[in-house]
């Protein structure tokens, strides 16, 4: 069974540049997080979906990110304009909910984006 | 009330010794309590998970412990190993609210010395 996928892993640009970062959670799942972590904040949850409807996305910092779920197969998260302290390591997970109480996240290997 | 508060940030263990990491959350409406390791370079992986139900679960050298009352959770590795050097997150979610979302502690940064 493939994991959750997230591409690019590694991702470095300019300032004011637009970033995409791309996640394909694993088949079957009906939930997906988008989190951000850094030293500084550690794990910080920015949006999440279910069934690929956007339920909670107070935790995007600003209006320059913004996250879509087209189906249930892929979503992306976007950073437009990037600025330096967009630099962080990108993650994707997802879940299930199941008859026997599971909830647990998987996540993807994550994206580690650098600003200059 | 959303907030799970980990402890200690940081802890240092010889090899063979016991670590323990201990949680408190506030929200009675959590149901479902996992633990997170999260390696340098990739991205946090469920280690072992407890529902309220039972005060203690096992999983080889990992145990739960569950104290319901007192809205406290802690992990404990028997035997630790250099290989267990990692960072450890828990986490606490309501079952049948907010799609799965889980609040997670701050993590704590575990290192095992040989």
């Known amino acids: 069974d493939a994991g959750v996928i997230q591409s690019p892993r590694h991702e470095v640009t300019e300032m004011g540049q637009e970033v995409t970062l791309r996640c394909k959670p694993i088949?079957?799942?009906?939930?997906l997080f988008w989190y951000r972590q850094t030293m500084m904040r550690g794990l910080e949850l920015l949006i999440y979906?279910?069934?690929?409807?956007?339920?909670?996305d107070s935790g995007m910092p600003e209006d320059r990110f913004s996250a879509k779920m087209p189906n249930a197969s892929f979503s992306t998260l976007k950073i437009q304009p990037s600025e330096p302290r967009d630099s962080a390591v990108y993650f994707c997970?997802?879940?299930?909910?199941?008859?026997?109480?599971?909830?647990?996240?998987?996540f993807g290997p994550g994206t580690r984006l650098t600003v200059l | 009330q959303q907030q799970v508060k980990q402890s200690p940030q940081s802890l240092i263990v010889q090899k063979g010794g016991i670590s323990i990491i201990n949680c408190a959350y506030e929200?009675?409406?959590?149901?479902?309590f996992p633990w997170y390791q999260q390696f340098p370079g990739k991205g946090p992986a469920l280690l072992i998970a407890?529902?309220?139900?039972?005060s203690e679960k096992k999983e080889g050298r990992f145990t739960i412990s569950f104290n319901k009352s007192a809205k406290q959770f802690s992990l404990h590795i028997m035997d630790s190993q250099p290989g267990d050097s990692a960072t450890y997150f828990c986490?606490?979610?309501?079952?049948?609210?907010?799609?799965?979302?889980?609040?997670f502690g701050d993590g704590t940064t575990l290192t095992v010395k040989p």
């Open positions: 997970a997802s879940s299930l909910r199941t008859s026997r109480g599971i909830l647990a996240q998987y």
């Open positions: 088949s079957g799942h009906n939930s």
């Open positions: 979906f279910n069934n690929n409807v956007p339920i909670d």
């Open positions: 929200n009675t409406a959590f149901d479902y």
């Open positions: 407890i529902r309220p139900d039972v």
């Open positions: 986490a606490a979610s309501s079952y049948n609210t907010n799609a799965g979302k889980s609040t």
